[in-house]
């Protein structure tokens, strides 16, 4: 059974980095299309960004792009999200998400809260 755990989540303050990881267990990262997701709060899960299996060629959302990077370590099984120039409207927990059938995301992780204040 495929389990998705998140980490690297915390408070930065506006303009700084994160790096949030997803490791992966019970299948190979290159295989499957991993997604990011965010939540803030009061609002619904929105989208963030995929990274396709194999090719590793990646999709943004468009508040996301140019800012946010997903990459992918096949040798430790991990996605990563790395976050530039955050600002407070980056603020959400973040989640990892695979198994998606073309319509849905079945498999997520618990989320990592990530805060963007100064």
């Known amino acids: 059974q495929v389990q998705l755990v998140e980490s690297g989540g915390g408070l930065v303050q506006p303009g700084g980095s994160l790096r949030l990881s997803c490791a992966v267990s019970?299948?190979?990262?290159?295989?499957?299309?991993m997604g990011w997701f965010r939540q803030a709060p009061g609002k619904d899960r929105k989208f963030v960004g995929h990274?396709?299996?194999?090719?590793?060629?990646?999709y943004y959302a468009e508040d996301v792009k140019g800012r946010f990077t997903i990459s992918r370590d096949n040798a430790k099984n991990t996605v990563y999200l790395q976050m530039n120039s955050l600002n407070p409207e980056d603020t959400a927990v973040y989640y990892c998400?695979?198994?998606?059938?073309?319509?849905?995301?079945?498999?997520w992780g618990q989320g990592t809260q990530v805060t963007v204040s100064s």
């Open positions: 990274i396709f299996p194999r090719s590793g060629s990646t």
């Open positions: 998400a695979t198994d998606f059938d073309g319509n849905r995301w079945s498999t």
């Open positions: 019970g299948r190979t990262t290159n295989n499957y299309v």
